[in-house]
Structures are given as C-alpha cells and as structure tokens.
C-alpha cells in the first residue's frame, strides 16, 4: 500500500508565495516521476509541474517563471514552490506519483486547497 500526503496550501493573497509539499510512503519499488496538478472549480484537471527521479523538469506555461518544483528522492518528497501568485492559480492541488516498475502505476493525494484572494 502506498500512502501520498500533501501539505502546505492555504489562502493568500495575490503576488504572495506557498511551498507545497507532498510524501509518499509505503511499499514503492521506485518512483520515477513526482509530479503536481491542479482543479479549479468548473474546470478539467491540469499538469502543473514534473520532476523526473534524474532532475529533468516540466512545467505548464501558465506557471513557468513563478513556480519551481524540486524533490529529495531519499526522503520520496517532492515539493512546489509558487511565487507571485495569481486568483487564477486558486485550485485544489494534488501530489502524483509514478513508479514504473515493475509496471506503470500512479497513486495520488488527496489534494490540498490554495486560495489566492484579497
């Protein structure tokens, strides 16, 4: 079984900062992705950002420039760094993990709340 918990949401307020962060624990053979999305109300699911276990990064337009994800693969954690905030970043935040061995397999967060309001 393998846990994934996130941390770090809250309100605040516009051109503020937040540090997510979200570890996974439980029988995992490796993680090779950690990744983050994000659901505004009304709206689909969306990437916000990647990291592979070797470094290499990905990130939505949207937040390239203000958001920075980093991760502690001894510790399986990975974390979100997001400055200058904007209302339109306000979602439900969710940590994604993915092992691909011995086959592909994702587990998720429950998710957290970031609220950015004056």
């Known amino acids: 079984q393998v846990q994934v918990e996130e941390s770090g949401g809250g309100l605040v307020q516009p051109g503020g900062s937040l540090r997510l962060s979200c570890a996974a624990s439980?029988?995992?053979?490796?993680?090779?992705?950690m990744g983050w999305y994000r659901q505004a109300p009304g709206k689909e699911r969306e990437l916000v950002a990647y990291?592979?276990?070797?470094?290499?990064?990905n990130y939505a337009d949207s937040v390239k420039g203000r958001f920075t994800i980093s991760r502690e693969n001894a510790k399986n954690t990975v974390f979100l760094q997001m400055n200058s905030l904007k209302p339109e970043d306000t979602a439900i935040y969710y940590c994604n993990v993915v092992s691909k061995l011995p086959r592909w397999l994702e587990y998720w967060g429950q998710g957290t709340q970031v609220t950015v309001s004056s």
């Open positions: 439980g029988t995992i053979f490796s993680i090779d992705y």
């Open positions: 990291i592979s276990s070797g470094g290499t990064t």
